[in-house]
């Protein structure tokens, strides 16, 4: 399988794009300057995309196995209704954060990166109330303040846009995670197949969504 989406068609000639995984936009040096070398021998054309990573488009079909050989990354998307990316702030570069979230986020994205969900889900994760990375339009979002831990879910831009709910403050990290946990499962177990976390929560209700996902999350 290609990981390539079709682009643009000029003229009967077809262009595709691909994503490599960047683990919370974070990236190396050497790693981003084989994505440019990669990029230039195959006439690519880079955009850092809202969703912390790097698109390589302007490409051939035929060129794309290639392509991923020689990055020897993974594609940021492997199935389209699953974890697409967990987003996260610089936190631990940043002088506003209230605790170094880039480790939640990276335990949030060695657990849910790719697991395929009823339909295509979203991870932010940031280290203070300003958000950044649009966490209040992820379908879960996990924001660290001064008293503690933030999680809200149902977050959508696009074409149908919702403000997030906020499930509980005041949590501590490792809170924040089982409540993580029992979001994806409740919806997992519960929605619809195609069904967005927020049109879930508002089948439901919020208050019904919040008894079942907060089972347990408080008890030490």
Known sequence: MN???????????????ITPHIPGGFITTDTMQKIVDVAKRYNGVLKLTSGQRVLITNLKEEDLPSIWDELGMEPAVKSQNSVKNVEMCPAGYCKRSKYNTIGTGMKLLRKYQWMEMPCRTKIGVAGCRNACGSVYSKDVGVIADKTGFIVTVGGSAGYNPRMADIVIQDITENQALNLVNNIFKYYKEAAEPGEKLGFFIDRVGIIKFKEEVLKGVLED
């Not at 990981?3 to 794009?17: A, E, H, M, P, S």
Request: proline share 0%; charged share 25%.
């Open 3 to 17: 990981f390539g989406n079709l682009q643009k068609v000029i003229d009967g000639k077809r262009t595709y794009g």
